[in-house]
């Protein structure tokens, strides 16, 4: 059982029309093992490194999955909620976390390269 303040709920509320403001169809990349277990459960766990720290990562086409990926041999096409989107350097920024970025007002991050 979860209990809900009034501010907790409003917050929800507010983060999930944000989250739906914002949908586009990205290809993340993946070995024969965990698709399958995605497409069973329909849920994504986030590794544990990368460019913008533990996270999910996906890519804006399938030729741009393979310099992304941990594991390799299926893509997945995916309708991906971004909410409002945190820019930042193509270099990346390790430090960030989930709560950090909640915390800033943002949903997801958006790592500007030339390769997708």
């Known amino acids: 059982l979860s209990y809900y303040t009034p501010f907790k709920m409003a917050y929800q509320n507010s983060r999930g029309q944000r989250l739906n403001s914002k949908v586009e169809t990205l290809y993340h990349q993946t070995d024969h093992v965990c698709a399958h277990s ?6 994504m766990r986030k590794g ?41 350097s193509k270099y990346g920024q390790k430090g960030i976390t989930f709560q950090t970025l909640l915390n800033e007002g943002y949903d997801s991050v958006m790592i500007p390269r030339d390769n997708g």
């Open 38 to 43: 995605i497409l069973q459960s329909g849920y």
């Open 48 to 88: 544990s490194d990368g460019l913008a720290g533990a996270g999910i990562y996906f890519a804006t086409s399938v030729e741009h999955t393979g310099h992304k990926a941990h594991k390799m041999g299926v893509v997945l096409r995916c309708r991906v909620k971004l909410g409002k989107i945190k820019v930042i």
